[in-house]
């Protein structure tokens, strides 16, 4: 059973419209939590970190956890065709920086 | 501005032939991941090392993988002997003490035919 699971995707999203991603995880004792865009081809790169349950904005991105239901999201406001890319959800699993990630969300943005 | 290196970018080897990867972490940033990415299997943690020290191997197959850290600003994953399975991107990550924030390198796409 994996540990972070996402839906894969493709989500597809109009241009200017919010788009709404989900990730869950099997281990009740993880405390940090991150997000990752990775464009085709190209590496991950950090977008978002949370620790604390609620919400947490930055710019047009907004990380949700809620860690009673083992749940975090991350919503994309005002997409853009620049926000076309897979999206990882990753978990920390030690106090080492070892993380689980998730098998990502593809995210397509129509104009 | 500060970036993880890795080399080479590309390779294309033969099945049986031994593969070397390096990776140049950031200046300063004392834990060093390998990852490998595939289609089917996503991301996947190789091994880890934390101030030249490896921390977990428990991701690579071991009689084929070998994983060091020969000094802070060299670490190097090598395969020997080299399998059609192993056809992946390798990436190197690096995070600064007291962070969790990982940066990745560019990867370096392996193909073994």
């Known amino acids: 059973q994996k540990e972070v699971e996402q839906n894969s995707g493709p989500l597809s999203v109009p241009e200017g419209a919010i788009a709404s991603l989900n990730c869950t995880y099997s281990?009740?004792?993880?405390?940090?939590f991150f997000w990752y865009r990775q464009y085709s081809g190209k590496s991950p790169e950090l977008i978002m970190s949370?620790?604390?349950?609620g919400d947490k904005e930055d710019g047009r991105f907004t990380a949700q956890l809620n860690k009673a239901s083992q749940y975090v999201s991350l919503l994309i406001r005002d997409s853009q065709p620049s926000d076309s890319a897979t999206y990882l959800c990753?978990?920390?699993?030690?106090?080492?920086?070892?993380?689980?990630f998730g098998a990502g969300t593809q995210v397509v943005v129509t104009p | 501005d500060a970036r993880v290196t890795q080399t080479p970018r590309h390779k294309v080897t033969e099945m049986g032939q031994e593969v070397t990867m390096r990776c140049q972490p950031i200046?300063?940033?004392?834990?060093v991941f390998w990852y490998r990415q595939t289609m089917m299997q996503g991301l996947e943690l190789l091994a880890y090392?934390?101030?030249?020290?490896?921390?977990?191997d428990s991701g690579m197959p071991k009689d084929r993988f070998s994983a060091e850290m020969p000094d802070a600003t060299l670490a190097t994953l090598k395969i020997q002997p080299s399998e059609p399975r192993d056809s992946a991107v390798y990436f190197c990550?690096?995070?600064?003490?007291?962070?969790?924030?990982?940066?990745f390198g560019p990867g370096t796409r392996l193909t073994v035919t």
């Open positions: 990753a978990v920390l699993t030690d106090s080492w920086g070892k993380f689980q």
């Open positions: 281990d009740r004792v993880s405390q940090s």
């Open positions: 949370i620790y604390s349950n």
């Open positions: 200046l300063g940033h004392n834990t």
């Open positions: 090392f934390r101030n030249r020290a490896p921390l977990d």
């Open positions: 990550a690096s995070i600064a003490a007291n962070s969790y924030e990982q940066y």
